[in-house]
């Protein structure tokens, strides 16, 4: 079994373990700090975004960043359909070394600029609950063998993205409202 094989199974098996021993008393954050962690080692990256849709459905917020640039990441605001995690979380398609400033603007440019992006779509039954992106201060920074094993982390991703939305619903708001996220884009 290759290294990176065993750093995929590694991160499967953390994430699935964080779904369930947090019993749902994480935060958003929480869940944002494990997946930088873990991503970092699997896919070697400079920046991480997880984006999730606003209360109107309308526009995709990145809500959770790390990494180089994170502060200037943290709160970017896109319509659906526009920029790297909007046609994303729209088209359900990942993009690989996409142009960063589609989603960040000039923000991409500050030192160390990044260069390339890889976008992908955190998908649970027919909703998208977030649109991962990691960036990379390297041109054509990421291989298909990348895109591969965010593809296999992502169902689990969405997943712990769920309970923690649920529990966040449940602590923040009154009962009654949707969760955030959980009808951002429905198969058609």
């Not at 142009?99 to 160390?112: F, I, M, Q, R």
């Not at 992502?154 to 009154?174: C, G, H, K, Q, Y």
Request: aromatic share 4%.
């Amino acid at each position: 079994m290759k290294a990176e094989e065993i750093r995929l199974d590694d991160g499967l098996l953390a994430v699935r373990s964080l779904s369930r021993a947090l019993g749902g008393q994480a935060q958003l954050t929480d869940v944002g700090s494990l997946v930088w962690m873990l991503i970092r080692q699997i896919v070697p990256c400079e920046s991480m975004a997880l984006f999730l849709p606003d209360e109107s459905h309308e526009h995709i917020e990145a809500r959770v960043a790390a990494g180089a640039h994170a502060s200037k990441l943290r709160g970017i605001t896109r319509p659906l359909a526009t920029g790297l995690a909007g046609w994303v979380a729209v088209n359900r398609q990942p993009i690989i070394n996409g142009e960063p400033s589609l989603d960040l603007g000039l923000c991409a440019e500050v030192a160390p600029a990044l260069r390339s992006a890889i976008v992908v779509p955190l998908v649970d039954s027919d909703a998208v609950i977030a649109v991962l992106a990691l960036y990379s201060r390297d041109l054509l920074a990421f291989s298909d063998d990348h895109l591969r094993a965010l593809e296999l982390l992502a169902p689990n991703l969405a997943m712990s993205l769920i309970d923690v939305l649920i529990a966040d619903e449940d602590r923040f708001t009154p009962a009654g409202r949707p969760a955030p996220g959980l009808t951002l884009v429905h198969s058609r």
